[in-house]
């Protein structure tokens, strides 16, 4: 299995930019999440989908921040607009069914927006 | 209270010694206690795991030993090695609540 793979793995964007990470999880796993990285924050959940419905998105900092799974094999993060405090490593992660506790990463997006 | 303390922010190890990282949570809800280890680069990867109803689970040189009343858990590395040397992340899951916490990383090194 390739793994979680994620597209970029870099982006760098000018403040007021629309972004969007990509997201193809591990095939057969029915949770997807998505995380923020930061030094001052550590590692933040921002969502958490279950069969491709958002379960909890109490974790998304902002209106800015939107997050889509349009089927089992792709999800997306959209930051519109785009702001520097914005700029981490996002990670996507998918879990099988009924195993959210072992979520497998991906190998991360790293966003800077200047 | 969806916070999970860690400590120590860093550590550097010698070559076969032990390394021991320290964990503790508030939220008694929290039913999985997992461990990440992350190289540069690279996402989390799950090391091991233990369950509340477990005090100690031992894979390969890695151990984690859980105390339920204190609401602490620990890893401990044995004859650590360089190539162990990484981010190591402690984690709190509550799958009813849908809480995963994170802690804030432990940097280790391991001196050859």
């Known amino acids: 299995d390739a793994g979680v793979i994620q597209s970029p793995r870099h982006e760098v964007t000018e403040m007021g930019q629309e972004v969007t990470l990509r997201c193809k999880p591990i095939?057969?796993?029915?949770?997807l999440f998505w995380y923020r990285q930061t030094m001052m924050r550590g590692l933040e959940l921002l969502i958490y989908?279950?069969?491709?419905?958002?379960?909890?998105d109490s974790g998304m900092p902002e209106d800015r921040f939107s997050a889509k799974m349009p089927n089992a094999s792709f999800s997306t993060l959209k930051i519109q607009p785009s702001e520097p405090r914005d700029s981490a490593v996002y990670f996507c992660?998918?879990?099988?069914?009924?195993?959210?506790?072992?979520?497998?990463f991906g190998p991360g997006t790293r966003l800077t927006v200047t | 209270q969806q916070q999970v303390k860690q400590s120590p922010q860093s550590l550097i190890v010698q070559k076969g010694g032990i390394s021991i990282i320290n964990c503790a949570y508030e939220?008694?809800?929290?039913?999985?206690f997992p461990w990440y280890q992350q190289f540069p680069g690279k996402g989390p990867a799950l090391l091991i795991a233990?369950?509340?109803?477990?005090s100690e689970k031992k894979e390969g040189r890695f151990t984690i030993s859980f105390n339920k009343s204190a609401k602490q858990f620990s890893l401990h590395i044995m004859d650590s090695q360089p190539g162990d040397s990484a981010t190591y992340f402690c984690?709190?899951?509550?799958?009813?609540?849908?809480?995963?916490?994170f802690g804030p990383g432990t940097r280790l090194s391991v001196l050859p």
């Open positions: 992660a998918s879990s099988y069914p009924d195993e959210p506790y072992e979520q497998y």
């Open positions: 095939s057969g796993h029915n949770s």
């Open positions: 989908f279950n069969n491709n419905v958002p379960i909890d």
């Open positions: 939220n008694t809800a929290f039913d999985y």
């Open positions: 233990i369950r509340p109803d477990v």
């Open positions: 984690a709190a899951f509550d799958n009813y609540g849908q809480n995963f916490v």
